[in-house]
C-alpha cells in the first residue's frame, strides 16, 4: 500500500518541494502549515511519517511533537524535526519532546530521503481504505462502485479511476498531463483533450443526482472542490 507523508510547514516554498519530492518518490502527501490545524489533520490521515517544522505559526513543533506522543491512537508515528536550529541544546529538547530524527535546514534531499526510509521501517504497513467520501459522493474501493447519496452511479473504468484520484486530493488541480500519466499511464498514448471527454462523461453521469463538485481551473487542470 502507498504510503502518506505528511509535511508539516508553514513556509509555501519549502512545503512545496519536499511534496514535489515526496510525489516523485510514489508517496501520499498531505501538507499542513497551521499548528493548530495538525493534530486534526494527523488523526484523519494516520500519516506514516510527519515531517514536522520546529518554528510554526500557534503552536510549535516541540509543542505538535508533545501533543502527538501523549493521544494513543497516533503516538507511534515516527516524526523527523526540520529545522535551521543547529545547536545541540535544541536538538536534545526536540529528542525529548518525542522526535524520532532531526534535520538541519538547509538539508540534502536525498539525505532526507533516506531517512523518511528509515523511519518507514518502524511505521506500521498503511491500512487500505475501503472507501472514499466527498460530500454525499461515495466511493467504494473494494466492490468498486460509486454512490450518489443511495443512488448508484454506473462508471466507465476510466471515469472510476479519475474520480478516485480526484476524491483522494480534494482542493488539488491536477493537470491534464499528470492525469494522463497517472490515469492512464506512461505507455499508453493519448492526446491531452481525451481527459476533457472522460470529465465531461463524468460529470454527466454525477450531476444527474446533485450539484456539480468537479471545478474546471482555467489553463490548468481540474480539482473536485466546493465552490463558492
Same mark, same amino acid.
Not at 519530492?21 to 494527523?42: D, P, S
Not at 510554526?56 to 509543542?63: D, F, I, K, Q
Not at 443511495?150 to 492525469?179: A, D, Q, W
Given at each position: 500500500?502507498?504510503?502518506?507523508?505528511?509535511?508539516?510547514?508553514?513556509?509555501?516554498?519549502?512545503?512545496?518541494?519536499?511534496?514535489?519530492?515526496?510525489?516523485?518518490?510514489?508517496?501520499?502527501?498531505?501538507?499542513?502549515?497551521?499548528?493548530?490545524?495538525?493534530?486534526?489533520?494527523?488523526?484523519?490521515?494516520? &500519516?506514516?511519517?510527519?515531517? +514536522?517544522?520546529? !518554528? $510554526?505559526? /500557534?503552536?510549535? *513543533?516541540?509543542?505538535?511533537? @508533545?501533543?502527538?506522543?501523549?493521544?494513543?491512537?497516533?503516538?507511534?508515528?515516527?516524526?523527523?524535526?526540520?529545522?535551521?536550529?543547529?545547536?545541540?541544546?535544541?536538538?536534545?529538547?526536540?529528542?525529548?519532546?518525542?522526535?524520532?530524527?532531526?534535520?538541519?535546514?538547509?538539508?540534502?534531499?536525498?539525505?532526507?530521503?533516506?531517512?523518511?526510509?528509515?523511519?518507514?521501517?518502524?511505521?506500521?504497513?498503511?491500512?487500505?481504505?475501503?472507501?472514499?467520501?466527498?460530500?454525499?459522493?461515495?466511493?467504494?474501493?473494494?466492490?468498486?462502485?460509486?454512490?450518489?447519496?443511495?443512488?448508484?452511479?454506473?462508471?466507465? &473504468?476510466?471515469?472510476?479511476? +479519475?474520480?478516485? !484520484? $480526484?476524491? /483522494?486530493?480534494? *482542493?488539488?488541480?491536477?493537470? @491534464?498531463?499528470?492525469?494522463?500519466?497517472?490515469?492512464?499511464?506512461?505507455?499508453?498514448?493519448?492526446?491531452?483533450?481525451?481527459?476533457?471527454?472522460?470529465?465531461?462523461?463524468?460529470?454527466?453521469?454525477?450531476?444527474?443526482?446533485?450539484?456539480?463538485?468537479?471545478?474546471?481551473?482555467?489553463?490548468?487542470?481540474?480539482?473536485?472542490?466546493?465552490?463558492?
Amino acid at each position: 500500500m502507498q504510503h502518506t507523508i505528511m509535511i508539516v510547514e508553514d513556509e509555501e516554498a519549502i512545503a512545496l518541494m519536499l511534496r514535489y519530492n515526496l510525489e516523485k518518490e510514489g508517496y501520499k502527501v498531505v501538507v499542513e502549515g497551521r499548528g493548530n490545524h495538525v493534530i486534526a489533520e494527523i488523526e484523519k490521515h494516520c &500519516p506514516s511519517v510527519i515531517l +514536522l517544522d520546529w !518554528m $510554526l505559526p /500557534e503552536l510549535s *513543533g516541540v509543542e505538535i511533537c @508533545r501533543l502527538v506522543r501523549s493521544k494513543p491512537d497516533i503516538k507511534s508515528i515516527p516524526i523527523i524535526m526540520l529545522t535551521a536550529k543547529g545547536e545541540e541544546e535544541d536538538k536534545i529538547k526536540g529528542l525529548n519532546a518525542g522526535a524520532d530524527d532531526y534535520v538541519t535546514k538547509p538539508f540534502s534531499i536525498p539525505e532526507l530521503m533516506a531517512r523518511v526510509k528509515t523511519q518507514l521501517r518502524h511505521s506500521p504497513e498503511p491500512i487500505a481504505e475501503k472507501e472514499l467520501l466527498f460530500e454525499d459522493i461515495r466511493m467504494d474501493l473494494i466492490e468498486k462502485k460509486v454512490f450518489r447519496g443511495e443512488t448508484f452511479i454506473h462508471l466507465g &473504468p476510466t471515469e472510476f479511476r +479519475l474520480l478516485k !484520484m $480526484l476524491m /483522494e486530493n480534494p *482542493g488539488k488541480v491536477f493537470s @491534464r498531463e499528470y492525469l494522463l500519466k497517472n490515469v492512464w499511464g506512461d505507455n499508453i498514448y493519448v492526446e491531452s483533450r481525451t481527459v476533457d471527454v472522460h470529465i465531461r462523461r463524468l460529470r454527466r453521469s454525477l450531476n444527474n443526482y446533485g450539484p456539480d463538485y468537479i471545478r474546471t481551473v482555467r489553463a490548468t487542470g481540474y480539482s473536485i472542490d466546493i465552490t463558492e
